[in-house]
Each structure stands twice: as structure tokens, then as C-alpha cells.
């Protein structure tokens, strides 16, 4: 089965940039969505298809796909940044696959 | 768009729940629609999830033989049918409407609140 692996955790200083990652068998080869998950609340979807983001989305956050990584980047980080991050893929054998998570700190 | 999720609550083991997700400000039938679980404290998991027409449907291993999806299009409703509950199964359930993309893709653009499920004696 396809498996997806996020770092348990990532911090970053106020302002500065996160690079949140998500490994995977030829990932680059798939279409990558992102999930952020605010305490409490319900998923967002912030990135789509790798690189699209969604309307009401700021331009701060971006996606790329290449090789086995695909990486979630958060530029100017803000402390409203804080959450946990998901990805997921659809393999066509495994059906539906999601990320552990990453939970993003900011310091 | 707007998705709410009901029907959660505490049952014991071997039980069973049906959970309601009501879709509002969009054209529900055209669309698939999945249901994705979070345990206390865990990640996502999608659950199972439903073709716009109800012809094709899709579970996760875990809950095969035990879980309906279902919906009706008229009533611009999902459901979840849970039967045989397990501890396991105890989690927020969510709704979330599904986009399909002509590579065989989908993205689940929309989520609603969720509604919790706990399996405990």
C-alpha cells in the first residue's frame, strides 16, 4: 500500500520561511493536496494539485512536487500559521492516502 | 458551501449510528462526497466515499461489511450507516465534498465541522 511520511514537527521563526515536506514512492508523479488543521477546527484545504491554491488562500503559501518529496512552503510565516499540516494523495491501488501530519510551531 | 455534519454520540460496543451531513450552496448531486474520520489525538483517515449518482462506492479495509455510505440527492443529504462498532471506530467524523478531476484524481475542497463518534461501555 502507498504510504505518505510527514515530519512529526516543524518550527520557524516569525517571518521566516517553513518548508513543511511529505516523502513519498514517486510523489512526483502524483497530485499533492495540502491540509491545515487549526485546533479545534475542521481541515482546510490550502493547496491543490501540487501548486493551486484555493480562492481565499493568501499567496504565502505554495506547493511543489518533485521526486519522491513533495514540500508545502510558508513564506513570511505568522503565528496564525500555527497548525497542523496534511498532505494527501489518491494512488490508484491504495485508494485515498493522508499524511500523519506535521505540526508547525512558530517561534 | 456548507456542510453539517449530526447524528454522533456515545454508543457501546457492537453498536450502531447513522450520521446525517447536509449540503447547502451547492449542486449536491454533482459531486462525490466523502467521509473522513479523526481519532483523538491522530490524523485523518478517509473513511469511505460516494459517486454522484450513488453507483460507486469505496471504503477504507477497516470498516468494510460494517459502514453504509449513502445519500439522496433530492434531499441534498450524505449518510453514514456505522454498525458492529468498535472502540476503534471513536473519532470526529467529517464530511467533505470530493472533486473529481479527469486523471482519476480527487480533492476534498470543503469540510463541515464534524461530528463525534464514541464507542465505549
Same mark, same amino acid.
Given at each position: 500500500?502507498? &504510504?505518505?511520511?510527514?515530519?512529526?514537527?516543524v518550527?520557524?521563526? #516569525?517571518?521566516? =520561511?517553513? /518548508? #513543511?515536506t511529505?516523502?513519498?514512492n514517486n510523489?512526483? =508523479?502524483?497530485?499533492?493536496?495540502?491540509?491545515?488543521?487549526?485546533?479545534?477546527?475542521?481541515?482546510? #484545504?490550502?493547496i491543490? /494539485?501540487g501548486t493551486? /491554491?484555493?480562492?481565499?488562500?493568501? &499567496? $504565502?503559501f !505554495?506547493g !511543489?512536487?518533485?521526486?519522491? =518529496?513533495?514540500?508545502?512552503?510558508? !513564506? /513570511?510565516?505568522?503565528?496564525?500559521? &500555527?497548525?497542523?499540516?496534511y498532505c494527501?494523495?489518491?494512488? !490508484?491501488s491504495?485508494g $485515498?492516502?493522508?499524511?500523519?501530519?506535521?505540526?508547525?510551531t512558530?517561534l | 458551501?456548507?456542510?453539517?455534519?449530526?447524528?454522533?454520540?456515545?454508543?457501546?460496543p %457492537?453498536?450502531?449510528?447513522?450520521?446525517s451531513?447536509?449540503?447547502?450552496?451547492f449542486?449536491?448531486?454533482?459531486f @462525490?462526497?466523502? @467521509?473522513?474520520?479523526?481519532a483523538?489525538?491522530k490524523g485523518?483517515? @478517509?473513511?469511505?466515499?460516494?459517486?454522484?449518482?450513488?453507483?460507486?462506492k469505496?471504503?477504507?479495509?477497516?470498516?468494510? %461489511? *460494517?459502514?453504509?455510505?449513502? *445519500?439522496?440527492?433530492?434531499?441534498?443529504s450524505l449518510?453514514?450507516?456505522?454498525t458492529?462498532?468498535r472502540?476503534e471506530?471513536t473519532a470526529?467524523y467529517?464530511?467533505? *465534498?470530493?472533486?473529481?478531476?479527469?486523471?482519476?484524481?480527487?480533492?476534498?475542497?470543503? @469540510?463541515?465541522?464534524?461530528?463525534?463518534?464514541?464507542?465505549?461501555?
Open positions: 500500500s502507498y &504510504e505518505l511520511t510527514q515530519p512529526f514537527s518550527s520557524v521563526a #516569525l517571518g521566516q =520561511t517553513a /518548508r #513543511l511529505c516523502g513519498g510523489i512526483g =508523479t502524483k497530485n499533492v493536496h495540502w491540509y491545515q488543521q487549526k485546533p479545534g477546527q475542521a481541515p482546510v #484545504l490550502v491543490y /494539485r493551486n /491554491r484555493p480562492s481565499g488562500i493568501v &499567496e $504565502r !505554495s !511543489s512536487n518533485s521526486g519522491n =518529496t513533495a514540500t508545502l512552503t510558508i !513564506s /513570511r510565516a505568522q503565528a496564525g500559521d &500555527e497548525a497542523d499540516y494527501h494523495v489518491w494512488d !490508484s491504495t $485515498r492516502v493522508f499524511g500523519g501530519g506535521t505540526k508547525l512558530v | 458551501v456548507q456542510l453539517v455534519e449530526s447524528g454522533g454520540g456515545l454508543v457501546q %457492537g453498536g450502531s449510528l447513522r450520521l451531513c447536509a449540503a447547502s450552496g449542486t449536491f448531486s454533482s @462525490w462526497m466523502t @467521509w473522513v474520520r479523526q483523538p489525538g485523518l483517515e @478517509w473513511v469511505a466515499n460516494i459517486k454522484q449518482d450513488g453507483s460507486e469505496y471504503y477504507v479495509d477497516s470498516v468494510k %461489511g *460494517r459502514f453504509t455510505i449513502s *445519500r439522496d440527492n433530492a434531499k441534498s449518510y453514514l450507516q456505522m458492529s462498532l472502540a471506530d470526529v467529517y464530511c467533505t *465534498r470530493d472533486v473529481y478531476y479527469a486523471d482519476d484524481d480527487h480533492c476534498l475542497d470543503y @469540510w463541515g465541522q464534524g461530528t463525534l463518534v464514541t464507542v465505549s461501555s
